[in-house]
């Protein structure tokens, strides 16, 4: 059953957060390195992409973990597996590995539940994330013209991403955490050039970031702005992620799901951030919070972003199954 016919029939529950379940291991600098890496010329901590290599296991037991707690759809651990993005670590030669052997770890781990149960099939969504530049933002503010990146090279790295994610089995690519539509569409341009070249139609994701009680991305663009900047573009779902709540993000939610006519997805964080940087709400808290997604009707796609654990994606599946996906709307060109 293809991920659109599923969207058809049932509400799917995304995983949560990858960085989160990492960070519960504690590794080290040599854990990061492994053998493969252990005279590599700079610091390798915090590069959670690259243990899809060095603790391939790790990465693996993860998956399983989501997907045991109920979760349909599991991302791909390459959230920064972009040539822009592994600059920081001197590791842009590894681009297309670090994604072919992501994806394949989660479609080993994907097989094995959709195996077990035969009448609900597992996907793998590639995570395209962001980068760490902007095309539309100046990172200067004595130089608004400036620009760290610009939208030829997005295209360039995002090429190399989505063509080992493809090569590795992702069942629909997710463009995720997207702070600029610039940077957005230069991953989607890529994804469109792949897809001509290798004649496939692999479905695509699109989540973006609200950053405030502004009720815009960091580029400036309010909810409607950003659909409309995007209706171009066949797409699977549209939605947002990441940097607010549940409770935060549900309006936003809310006023997407009554002008777009694709399926929405909605993966929050657990919470807003304290003062540590940690994310103290309970999966029980979190429940309650994703209940109103569900009771208003707002979605076919839900999960869990920043500081959401398996125990979290547990809750929202078993409370997701007693609700009807949302209805994409229809809309007259008149």
Do not use: W
């Amino acid at each position: 059953m293809t991920i659109e016919e599923n969207l058809q029939k049932r509400i799917l529950v995304l995983d949560g957060a990858m960085g989160t379940m990492i960070q519960n291991h504690d590794l080290k600098e040599e854990d990061y390195r492994g053998e493969r890496f252990k005279k590599h010329s700079c610091a390798l901590k915090g590069n959670n992409d690259l243990l899809s290599i060095t603790q391939p296991e790790i990465i693996k037991n993860i998956h399983l973990d989501y997907l045991k707690a109920g979760a349909d759809i599991i991302e791909t651990n390459t959230f920064s597996s972009t040539s822009i993005a592994m600059a920081d670590y001197q590791m842009e030669s590894l681009v297309y590995e670090l994604n072919y052997e992501s994806a394949k770890i989660a479609r080993a781990a994907a097989q094995e539940y959709s195996i077990k149960t035969p009448n609900r099939p597992r996907y793998v969504a590639g995570s395209i994330g962001p980068t760490n530049k902007t095309a539309s933002m100046s990172p200067d503010v004595n130089d608004p013209s400036f620009r760290a990146v610009d939208f030829d090279q997005l295209v360039v790295a995002y090429r190399e991403q989505v063509t080992g994610l493809i090569d590795g089995g992702a069942d629909v690519l997710l463009v995720e955490t997207i702070f600029d539509t610039l940077n957005a569409k230069a991953a989607l341009y890529a994804i469109d050039e792949i897809k001509q070249e290798k004649e496939i139609n692999i479905p695509v994701m699109v989540s973006g970031t609200i950053t405030d009680a502004s009720g815009r991305t960091l580029s400036g663009q309010t909810v409607e702005a950003f659909n409309i900047s995007l209706s171009h573009i066949s797409l699977l779902s549209i939605g947002f992620n990441c940097a607010l709540g549940a409770d935060q993000l549900l309006p936003y939610i809310k006023n997407l799901a009554n002008q777009s006519p694709l399926f929405i997805s909605a993966h929050p964080n657990a919470g807003l951030p304290n003062a540590f940087g940690e994310y103290d709400q309970s999966p029980e808290e979190m429940k309650i919070l994703v209940q109103d997604y569900l009771e208003q009707n707002l979605v076919n796609i839900i999960g869990g972003c920043c500081g959401t654990t398996p125990e979290h994606i547990g809750l929202i599946a078993n409370l997701a199954r007693k609700f009807s996906p949302r209805k994409p709307k229809t809309f007259s060109n008149v």
